[in-house]
């Protein structure tokens, strides 16, 4: 299965942006990266929460390894 990447997707326009991608695109394995500061609030995707094409990673984009570590999934 192929996978997309969104990062930020917590947050109150990312959360749509990837619920839209898990409804729409389920051929694809959607990996929501967010750090969850300020903005970010999984509250905003309990109803895709457990989705078999959907995982949620907590990891600052800026952390090259665990960029790469995804990256390498």
Known sequence: MKSIIITGGAGF???HVVRLFVNKYSEY???????LTYAGNLANLKDIEGRPNYTFVRADICDFDAMLG???R
Do not use: E, F, W, Y
């Not at 394995?29 to 750090?35: G, Q």
């Open 70 to 72: 995804l990256m390498r």
């Open 13 to 15: 326009i990312g959360s």
């Open 29 to 35: 394995h959607i990996i929501n990266v967010d750090k």
